[in-house]
């Protein structure tokens, strides 16, 4: 991973080539992250992706975070691998909460890392956060008529018991 100046330079460089897409940087954990404007994220990964000295060329993973109680609420959370280098970077799209019955929105990185598709569902179907461009965006791991997003820090704890093959004689008529 780059180390606290290196990732500074990136951020700068960033800026550099596209006005104000880096807001912020940190680098805690052994972690380089920079936190990049939701609206440039596309500019940010192609830049990543494509410029010569950068090379970051394989999304190792996506995913999304919640925290509430603090604003903004979402984000979502691409780490990204220099391979030749063995060099790994995080970067962050942090996402306002846009209201109760409106869903916050990115743009789709499928377009540049095709392996972001699967992972972009989960989030969706997970955080409620709509990726802009998505070849298939709908819930891949709960059912369709599912209400809700079970990741959310405010989705009520409870529900029904899940049945498994070992506790089915303790609960009869489970499938009624």
Request: hydrophobic share 40%; net charge negative.
């Amino acid at each position: 991973m780059p180390d606290a100046p290196g990732l500074e330079l990136i951020a700068k460089e960033l800026n550099d080539a596209a006005d104000g897409s880096v807001l912020g940087t940190y680098h805690e954990h052994g972690q380089a992250c920079l936190i990049v404007n939701p609206d440039r994220i596309l500019d940010v990964l192609r830049w990543l992706r494509d410029t010569p000295g950068q090379e970051y060329r394989f999304l190792s993973s996506l995913h999304g975070v919640e925290y509430l109680p603090a604003e903004p609420r979402f984000g979502v959370v691409y780490e990204l691998l220099n391979m030749p280098r063995a060099e790994r970077l995080r970067i962050r799209a942090a996402l306002a909460d846009p209201g109760p019955d409106v869903l916050p929105e990115l743009d789709s990185c499928v377009p540049l890392f095709a392996g972001a598709e699967f992972p972009e569902r989960e989030v969706y179907d997970f955080f409620g956060i709509v990726f802009r461009g998505h070849p298939d965006l709908r819930r891949i791991l709960m059912p369709e008529e599912y209400v809700g997003w079970p990741q959310r820090r405010d989705f009520p704890v409870g529900g029904e018991p899940v049945i498994f093959t070992r506790n089915e004689p303790v609960m009869p008529r489970w499938y009624e």
